[in-house]
């Protein structure tokens, strides 16, 4: 089965050009589907953070047995 995870990157900036200074990195990983980063919202940015509100999906499976 085949998983395709959505992930957050980066590239550094140089500051006089803006221009991409290196290769991109992995800055957090969302491989769980507790966590999906598709689901996140009321993303915000700063100068240097990135704020968003993220839903954690979670379930239980009960087993009960019913008396006579």
């Known amino acids: 089965m085949s998983h395709e995870?959505?992930?957050?990157?980066?590239i550094r900036l140089k500051p006089e050009?803006?221009?991409p200074?290196?290769?991109p990195f992995e800055v957090l990983s969302f491989h769980s589907a507790r966590r999906p980063l598709?689901?996140?919202f009321g993303k915000a940015v700063t100068k240097d953070?990135?704020?968003w509100a993220m839903p954690?999906?979670?379930g239980d499976i009960w087993l009960a047995e019913r008396a006579p």
């Not at 995870?5 to 980066?10: H, I, N, R, T, Y």
């Open 5 to 10: 995870f959505q992930d957050l990157w980066a």
């Open 38 to 40: 598709s689901t996140a």
């Open 17 to 19: 050009t803006k221009h």
């Open 56 to 58: 954690e999906f979670a």
């Open 49 to 51: 953070k990135l704020f």
């Open 21 to 23: 200074a290196g290769d």
